[in-house]
């Protein structure tokens, strides 16, 4: 865990709200960084994120651990609470871990998950003859592992503001449209791309780019900052959100580039990671009411 711990910019002692960047299944802490590099870069903040094991493929209940380890040392370190940023996967591990340890919840000051599979997807399919990584199978509609998360009584624990953002045509996480969408939380400020900007197709991938998604992830911390407890706020994000498709600072050409070629990455890491035939099972802990 120490080895995978990683940090971009003056976190020690930190003047500016520390973000920790949380990555999706199938790509390292590095490649998501590396993806918003020049957004992230222009806003600023100190960074931190975590390369988990086996490109994110592992056990779930492994790699929420490494992302314990990595915000209290971050929280250690810059003597201040964290802002987290997380992708699909990346999205959920923060509930995760603010529901089953506690003390992160005075560490933690805003959590932004973007695609997150906070209640599953129906699109992926796993069997003993298929055999998906031990994540692919947690992530699916109705895995052992998300009822038991799902079971807990609150979706968005401790006094943490939570934000989430999907797309309609997101092709790897749904539904996530209707009246139980899959990245929507109970207690969160839950926002839908297209009702920002009607119409705008954003991938899976490139909702973590998405102007939308970045722009409620900066409200929030701003709005931290000038004393307003609260999520991000549709109406706070800027009048020309919609104008540019990704987050402010990535160039349009460049990063669509990046986003398309993206998936291929993903499936090749994917393909690489150790297959299991079945869910790995949920450990006792997981099981009760923390």
Not at 20 to 43: E, F, H, N, R
Not at 163 to 173: A, C, F, I, K, Q
Request: hydrophobic share 35%; glycine share 10%.
């Amino acid at each position: 865990m120490r080895a995978a711990f990683k940090c971009v910019g003056k976190v020690a002692h930190a003047k500016r709200t520390p973000l920790m960047i949380v990555s999706g299944t199938g790509v390292t802490g590095g490649q998501t960084y590396a993806l918003g590099k020049p957004a992230l870069d222009a806003y600023g903040h100190p960074l931190c994120y975590m390369n988990y094991p086996d490109f994110m493929t592992a056990d779930i209940q492994v790699s929420v651990q490494y992302l314990v380890y990595g915000l209290r040392r971050e929280f250690r370190l810059a003597g201040r609470k964290i802002a987290v940023y997380g992708i699909s996967q990346g999205g959920l591990l923060p509930r995760f871990a603010l529901t089953y340890w506690p003390d992160l919840r005075r560490k933690v000051s805003d959590v932004l998950s973007a695609a997150g599979t906070q209640h599953g997807s129906t699109v992926d399919r796993c069997s003993a003859a298929d055999m998906c990584p031990p994540a692919g199978w947690q992530q699916l509609r109705q895995s052992k592992l998300l009822r038991a998360l799902n079971s807990q009584p609150d979706e968005t624990p401790g006094p943490v503001s939570y934000t989430t953002v999907r797309s309609l045509t997101d092709e790897t996480v749904q539904p996530q449209g209707g009246r139980h969408p899959s990245s929507a939380l109970e207690g969160a400020r839950n926002i839908l791309i297209q009702d920002v900007c009607p119409g705008r197709r954003t991938t899976h991938i490139g909702t973590a780019v998405d102007s939308v998604t970045y722009a409620a992830f900066i409200d929030a911390i701003r709005r931290r900052g000038e004393g307003k407890r609260g999520a991000a706020k549709v109406s706070e994000l800027g009048a020309d959100v919609c104008s540019h498709p990704y987050a402010k600072g990535l160039d349009e050409g460049s990063t669509a580039a990046l986003v398309s070629g993206a998936g291929g990455l993903v499936l090749d890491q994917i393909l690489a990671a150790p297959k299991v035939s079945a869910e790995p099972k949920v450990r006792r802990v997981f099981r009760r009411t923390p």
